[in-house]
Every structure is written in structure tokens, then in C-alpha cells.
């Protein structure tokens, strides 16, 4: 008997949007070794939507508080920065409100753990 199969066709279709947007707050040293990143007080995580708004946001993050980027990779939308508590917290919510306000992205919660 022959079984019936079908095909998935996935596609990707970027919207803009911020889609994460997190906050590390003092995290384990050994994360900053595993992501090949200087270590610092917080670790500020973004994932953006067309994928080259990591550029964009970076840009951004750098502008608006003392922070150092840490990764940025324009074909998947990820983007570290590294810096204190405070100024982590600062470039990533200053990136979801640029983004929204003068871009018309839709923002994403920041959370911070």
C-alpha cells in the first residue's frame, strides 16, 4: 500500500519588528567565554527583523548609552552589546523605541533576567 506524503514549503517572510530583546544582568563569566565576548556587567540581546536593522540598531545602542558591541551578524538580525547594568538596559530599550517610533517597527517586551 502505498502511503500518501506531502510537502511543507516554508518561507520567510520578515516582518519588521524587534522580536527579542533581552537583558542579562550579571551574568555567569563562562558566557562570556562561550560567546567569545569581553566580560562585563550585563549582556544586552536583540533579534531584528529584516536582518540588517542589526545594523541599524547598533548604530542605535552605541549612541545612546556606554555600551561596546559585542556580536553583530547582519544575516540572521542578532545583536550582542556588552556594558554595565544600566547602560545595557538603556541602548536596548532606546533600539525597541527608536525602531517603533521613527521606523514603524513593532516592538518587542524588553526582559531582563
Do not use: W
Amino acid at each position: 500500500m502505498e502511503q500518501e506524503r506531502s510537502r511543507v514549503i516554508q518561507e520567510f517572510v520578515p516582518g519588521k519588528q524587534v522580536t527579542l530583546a533581552h537583558v542579562i544582568a550579571n551574568p555567569d563569566p563562562m558566557l562570556y567565554t562561550k560567546l567569545g565576548i569581553n566580560e562585563a556587567g550585563a549582556i544586552g540581546i536583540l533579534t531584528l527583523t529584516p536582518t540588517e536593522t542589526a545594523i541599524i540598531a547598533a548604530d542605535i545602542a552605541t549612541k545612546a548609552a556606554g555600551v561596546e558591541l559585542g556580536f553583530l551578524d547582519r544575516f540572521t538580525g542578532s545583536l550582542i552589546v556588552v556594558g554595565d547594568v544600566s547602560a545595557v538596559e538603556m541602548a536596548v530599550e532606546a533600539v525597541n523605541q527608536v525602531l517603533s517610533e521613527k521606523l514603524r517597527f513593532t516592538p518587542a517586551l524588553v526582559t531582563k533576567s
